[in-house]
């Protein structure tokens, strides 16, 4: 299958729009589940307040910036668009060891296996929410020149619980997978229990979704989740973070955080307290 036979990448962002973006150009902007997002009014190109427009004019320049859901892919970055973000803590967990490998979704390719810090932050720095994607002949291709491995190059599937599979046959010993849904990050926990899970894109889980996952995960991030906050809040050995946190809910996901702090040169503060510990500025509103 080329690029030209189909061309479709279906994504959940900003706030949870749904986003389709057909043969290079949007198609289709839904509404948003939110109004108001501290993160995104961060992003490179800022979303004050979520509307339909505003998401379209950001995603647009994703597009041309690094050419998200286009042949144009940039697949290696080494910036950090958030200090805590999920990608950048599994770059660093790589990059000291902590990880050989990390399961990612990538638009145009679907789900990857990465083991170079700068890959993993090329691929998901600047990509939330994921829901399918259709292959690029091109960005697999740059995927594989700087050693990562495409699960599916023929569908380009997201399935996070093959790509944790792979990664293992692959030799990969400590292998960290970041999962959207529950049900499959249970999955994974149970055939794989030295995985290391990443709760990423929540916004919007029932309590339930959130109890499933927080029972399984090492690191969640919080979104514009109500139940994630106070569930993942509650049972978290450390939160980085206050606005959208981050929550390590294992001695695992809590080194990963405690050693980039470890080694970074930005002030930090540091105080034991009650979870989860929130900002008077959070996203509006909590879902």
Do not use: W
């Not at 810090?117 to 700087?146: D, W």
């Not at 050693?259 to 009650?274: C, F, G, H, S």
Request: glycine letters at 8%.
């Amino acid at each position: 299958m080329t690029s030209q036979e189909k061309d479709e990448h279906i994504l959940e962002a900003i706030g949870r729009s749904r986003i389709i973006i057909r043969n290079g150009a949007i198609v289709e902007i839904g509404e948003s589940k939110i109004t108001e997002c501290p993160l995104a009014k961060r992003f490179a190109y800022p979303v004050p307040k979520i509307t339909q427009e505003a998401v379209k004019a950001n995603i647009e320049h994703r597009m041309k910036a690094f050419g998200m859901c286009t042949t144009r892919r940039d697949v290696i970055d080494t910036r950090e668009f958030v200090g805590f973000g999920a990608t950048e803590l599994l770059g660093f967990a790589s990059h000291v060891g902590l990880i050989d490998a990390a399961v990612l979704a990538c638009d145009g390719a679907g789900t990857v296996i990465a083991k170079k810090p700068a890959l993993i932050q090329g691929v998901g720095g600047r990509m939330s929410g994921l829901v399918s994607t259709s292959p690029i002949k091109e960005v697999i291709q740059r995927i594989e020149e700087n050693g990562g491995i495409v699960v599916d190059k023929i569908h380009a599937a997201l399935d996070q619980f093959s790509g944790v599979k792979r990664a293992y046959e692959e030799g990969f010993k400590k292998v960290a997978v970041t999962v959207a849904r529950p049900e499959v990050a249970v999955r994974i926990r149970k055939e794989y229990p030295d995985a290391i899970i990443f709760g990423v894109h929540v916004t919007g889980l029932t309590e339930d979704e959130a109890e499933s996952m927080v029972a399984v995960a090492d690191l969640m991030t919080a979104c514009a989740s109500k139940t994630v906050r106070q569930i993942a809040g509650k049972k978290a050995l450390l939160q980085a973070g206050v606005s959208v946190p981050i929550f390590a809910i294992t001695n695992l996901g809590k080194e990963i955080i405690i050693e980039k702090i470890r080694q970074t040169n930005e002030q930090v503060l540091i105080k034991p307290t009650q979870l989860p510990a929130l900002g008077e500025k959070q996203p509006d509103p909590l879902v």
